[in-house]
């Protein structure tokens, strides 16, 4: 038998270790140990885990790598970002946003993230962003999926003709429909464009994405308007929550009647762990309220959960670097998620289960999916959390797209080693 490329000696993220992953035409075509095959190029993995892919449930790629325009965030809070993306708004061009989109994407699959999607802001009469990232979605279809939420930025009601822009980006090809109720002027009004933007999205056969409730307040509560209307339409499986940053502060009797509600609409839900910890709590004195939403207790009513980057180098947040690895990392701490089972599923967190939110197709790592893999400089999900593990090799389609060098470090200590790479081994 003749593959293109087989990576020899892996680990996978289900645990098993010692298999050999046998490429031919871009998919895996065999996972076995000692696979009795050649191919042109082998890739030895030593036992590090080979994972699918990272993949972004929630970013903003019209506003990334803007940081300092037009100037920064002085209060850090997502209110300043919003009106700081407003001053910026018009002095965006296209090819501006088209550049650092760009650029971040190289940053992403650098780190192994070949799925992203993004919201982009329709709250522009010339719709720039809109034809901006339409464009790079188009340039970096054969090497990353970008999926585009038209999102109402100002809010779908309370920006003059928001809903025709929105209606107009769809049409031009971005793939889902977004909202912000919590952001609409009354609670009357985010639940009215919940149910428009819902119906809106079921007319046209198309998945739903919302920032909703994120918010501090208890009774920011649209998530359940959310999952009526998913119900009431038909749309379960292919409605998405996103932040939902409310639900850290409500009641929990009125909790312990949402989330069953939630399962029954089989809602996705994104927490974004960096961005809600900091942007979060901020009216706060002590204790200050950590505001991610209720990841473990959503997890166990068997709810599809993704952490997203939501931002890097923006209005809203000045650091990151595309690694998913660091939102799972954060969100370990956030949620106390420290468990060796909690910690597996949060590396689940940015790579199947945001894959199920986007429905990518032929992803994972079995035979016949699509020979999208990772090489990571870690013995397994826990450990690549835990040291930001190096992405040895990523690839594509069966193309190696990127690699980075193994992390080392040379000790000059009397009687310790020469050098080190921080991988505990067990006998
Ligand atoms: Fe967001």
Redesign the pocket.
């Known amino acids: 038998m003749t593959m293109d490329t087989i990576l020899r000696d892996a680990t996978l993220p289900d645990g098993r270790s010692g298999v050999d992953i046998g490429i031919s035409g871009g998919r895996i075509a065999a996972i076995e140990p000692r696979l009795a095959a050649t191919a042109a190029e082998e890739i030895g993995c030593n036992g590090m885990l080979v994972a699918p892919p990272f993949v972004d449930a929630?970013f903003?790629m019209d506003a990334t790598l803007s940081l300092g325009l037009p100037r920064l965030n002085r209060s850090g809070t997502l209110l300043e970002g919003i009106a700081l993306w407003s001053e910026l708004k018009p002095q965006l061009t296209q090819d501006a946003i088209v550049e650092r989109a760009l650029a971040y994407c190289d940053w992403a699959v650098a780190q192994g993230l070949l799925a992203i999607r993004s919201?982009v802001d329709i709250c522009d009469p010339r719709l720039l962003a809109v034809d901006a990232l339409l464009e790079v979605k188009r340039r970096v279809k054969p090497y990353l999926d970008l999926q585009l939420v038209a999102f109402p930025q100002d809010g779908v009601f309370r920006f003059p003709g928001a809903m025709d822009l929105l209606t107009e980006a769809l049409r031009r090809g971005v793939d889902v429909v977004g909202g912000i109720p919590h952001f609409e002027r009354t609670m009357e009004d985010g639940a009215r464009s919940v149910r428009a933007l819902c119906e809106l999205a079921a007319d046209r056969g198309l998945r739903v994405d919302m920032?909703c409730d994120e918010t501090d307040d208890p009774l920011s509560r649209h998530v359940e308007t959310l999952a009526c209307e998913t119900q009431r339409l038909g749309l379960q499986g292919r409605v998405t929550g996103?932040?939902l940053t409310s639900m850290h502060s409500m009641d929990n009797y009125y909790v312990s009647k949402l989330i069953p509600l939630m399962a029954e609409a089989r809602l996705g839900v994104v927490a974004?762990p960096l961005i809600n910890i900091t942007i979060q709590g901020r009216h706060d004195t002590y204790p200050k309220r950590r505001g991610m939403t209720r990841v473990p207790e959503l997890m166990a009513a068997g709810l599809t959960i993704a952490f997203g980057h939501?931002c890097v180098m923006d209005p809203w947040y000045s650091l990151g670097s595309a690694d998913m690895l660091e939102v799972a990392g954060m969100a370990v701490h956030v949620a106390q998620m420290t468990g060796l089972d909690a910690m597996r599923r949060c590396f689940d967190a940015v790579t199947s289960q945001p894959a199920e939110l986007l429905g990518l197709d032929g992803y994972g790592v079995a035979p016949g999916c699509h020979a999208d893999l990772v090489l990571l400089e870690a013995q397994d999900p826990i450990e690549a959390i835990r040291t930001r593990a190096a992405r040895l090799v990523v690839m594509r389609r069966g193309k190696i797209v990127a690699r980075s060098p193994a992390r080392r470090a040379q000790l000059a200590l009397p009687g310790r080693p020469r050098e080190i790479d921080f991988l505990l081994r067990r006998p």
């Open positions: 929630h903003h919201h920032h996103s932040h974004n939501d």
